[in-house]
C-alpha cells in the first residue's frame, strides 16, 4: 500500500487546514489509518488514529476537540480537519497504515506535508 499525504501548507495560529492521505490499493477493514507528526529537532508522535470499518477513533490529549479525523471509504483517503492551530502544530504531518485495530505496528508510511502555524 502506498499512502500519498497532501494538504499542508503555512497559515496563522487560530486558522484551519485539512490533510488529505490517499492509498494506493484498497484498504481492508481491519486496517487503521493513522496521522502522525514530528516537528523539527522532536520524535515522531501519534496524532490520530481511525479503523477503516466502523466509527472508532483515537486522538493525542493535544489535538483532541481541536482535529477531526475522517475517512471516504470510497476514495481510500483519510482526512484530518485541524482546527484552532498552534504555533506547536508546526510539523511534518505523516500518515501510516496497519493492518490491525488497534494497531501495534505500522507497515505502511507515506511522506508527510509539512504544516507551518505563525504566531
Known amino acids: 500500500v502506498q499512502l500519498q499525504a497532501s494538504g499542508g501548507g503555512l497559515v496563522q495560529a487560530g486558522g484551519s487546514l485539512r490533510l488529505s492521505c490517499t492509498a494506493s490499493s484498497p484498504i481492508f477493514s481491519d486496517y487503521t489509518l493513522s496521522w502522525f507528526r514530528q516537528a523539527p529537532g522532536e520524535e515522531r508522535e501519534f496524532v490520530a488514529a481511525i479503523r477503516w470499518t466502523g466509527t472508532r477513533t483515537l486522538y493525542a490529549d493535544s489535538v483532541k476537540g481541536r482535529f477531526v479525523i475522517s475517512k471516504d471509504n470510497a476514495m481510500n483517503t483519510v482526512h484530518l480537519q485541524m482546527n484552532s492551530l498552534k504555533p506547536e502544530d508546526t510539523a511534518v504531518y505523516l500518515c501510516?497504515?496497519?493492518?490491525?485495530?488497534?494497531?501495534?505496528?505500522?507497515?505502511?508510511w507515506g511522506q508527510g506535508t509539512l504544516v507551518t502555524v505563525s504566531s
Open positions: 501510516a497504515a496497519a493492518i490491525d485495530w488497534p494497531p501495534l505496528e505500522y507497515q505502511y
